[in-house]
């Protein structure tokens, strides 16, 4: 078998080099809390593929029903020829999201691809036209998706121009935004909303319930809720992008249910389907229904095998208790993570929920982002066998995000690993 540095060499003649990677090493295998390269080294695995194996890789009920599928066809298209596991997908997903009304949902493949079709959904049935989003937000890398994530360099940077009728309001970020409480953060960002775009123009409220890519932030109890409520009176579609915090990932299946927010719209991806692609939009019935026939779809989305995935993850999420799992690991992780904060002042912040927790570094004694010693830290992980991932507006965020099959062994050798990074 070709070295992790053979491969490295063909891939930097082959593949672009816009699409970078977080280690050189070239994956072999990969299971439980663990990654394997071609070389037989091994890293303790805190991305979980940015938040997607929440089951962990090859979960022997995803195997078991994508070969099951594969065998029996790979594709017809939903659209020509409809199967029973796309429609048994929505009928989970209907049941498990927040929520007591009636909903639908529709399948598509990337997390930027159910963004594009919520914001599609929330203008058709209001009529209206802007889309408001937040500070730090991260909703994908399509040109509508672009226009929405607030980032510039590396999501959006010459890759201009960007879909119009998009508004940035600000986040509750309570490191940074000195505190403010959840109701106070929230009246600030409405009033800009009314003062600047206008309540009746406003189609749709878009926001990650924790943030991810924007650095796991983490808004004050109360913002949520404030502009849920906001949203109704103003007829406003909320959606949650829980692209990132959805399927047990936060200790609950969806991060909403925490302050008992129920969204117009979901969208879905990531953790859903064990690795495989698939995405969702999920909602009200009588915003979803409002859209004609043949207005939603694609050739791929909702692809059996990626639905065969999708049911067997979600039952295996029922089967172990997955949202327990993530507690546990939070309760573990955070533990390990405020000792270190407290022995290391570059530690402005440990936060998150779950296991979707993160530290914030900054320069001692000051506010000021640190993204050198950031990566510096991550860096090391990477050396000892921990991948780490780093997130946030300025680089300074390292987040974690373990498998949620992770065992308790693989967790401690993880976080010991982490301990010695900061030194
Ligand atoms: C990853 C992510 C997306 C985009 O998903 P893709 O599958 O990469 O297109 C959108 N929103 C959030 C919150 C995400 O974390």
Redesign the pocket.
């Known amino acids: 078998m070709a070295t992790s540095e053979e491969l490295h060499k063909r891939r930097v003649e082959a593949v672009a080099r816009g699409v970078g990677s977080t280690i050189p090493a070239y994956v072999d295998r990969a299971g439980g809390g663990t990654i394997t390269d071609v070389d037989g080294r091994e890293w303790i695995d805190f991305a979980a593929g ?1 938040a997607v194996t929440n089951v962990g890789n090859s979960a022997p009920r995803v195997v078991e029903a994508v070969r099951a599928q594969v065998e029996r066809f790979t594709h017809t298209c939903f659209m020509v020829a409809p199967y029973e596991s796309y429609v048994a997908v929505c009928e989970q997903l209907n049941a498990l999201t927040p929520g007591g009304f009636e909903k639908r949902s529709a399948l598509f493949n ?3 691809e159910a ?1 594009e079709n919520a914001v599609k959904i929330a203008r058709h049935a209001t009529g209206r036209p802007a889309v408001v989003v937040f500070d730090h937000a ?4 399509t040109n509508l998706t672009m226009a929405l994530t607030a980032k510039n360099m590396p999501y959006k940077h010459r890759f201009g121009p960007f879909a119009g009728e998009v508004y940035r309001v600000p986040m509750s970020y309570p490191l940074r935004d000195g505190g403010l409480d959840g109701a106070t953060a929230a009246a600030r960002s409405i009033e800009m909303i009314e003062k600047q775009v206008g309540a009746e123009n406003v189609a749709a409220l878009l926001i ?1 319930p924790i943030q ?2 924007g650095g796991f932030v983490v808004p004050a109890e109360g913002f949520l809720p404030a502009l849920r409520e906001w949203a109704t009176a103003a007829g406003v579609v909320f959606v949650a ?1 829980e ?2 915090t959805g399927f047990c990932r936060t200790g609950d299946w969806f991060a909403c249910e925490h302050e008992g927010v129920e969204p117009d719209l979901i969208t879905l ?2 953790g859903i389907a064990g690795g495989l692609p698939l ?1 969702a939009v999920t909602g009200r019935a009588e915003l979803m229904d409002a859209v004609h026939v043949g207005g939603l779809g694609g050739t791929y989305g909702g692809n059996p095998i990626a639905c065969a995935a999708a049911l067997a993850s979600i039952e295996t999420m029922r089967e172990l208790d997955l949202a327990a799992a993530a507690r546990r690991i939070g309760a573990v992780m955070g533990e390990r993570l405020r000792a270190i904060a407290a022995g290391d002042p570059r530690v402005a912040e440990v936060r998150g929920r779950g296991a979707m927790l993160a530290v914030e570094i900054v320069v001692p004694g000051t506010l000021t982002p640190d993204p050198a010693a950031t990566a510096s830290i991550s860096a090391a992980c990477h050396a000892a066998g921990l991948l780490t991932l780093t997130c946030g507006t300025y680089g300074n965020v390292l987040r974690f995000l373990p498998p949620l099959v992770i065992s308790d062994d693989e967790l401690g050798r993880g976080l010991d690993i982490l301990a010695a990074a900061f030194g």
């Open positions: 940015i990337s997390g930027a963004v991260y909703h994908g890398r990650e991810g890519e992008d692209i990132q991806a990531k995405a």
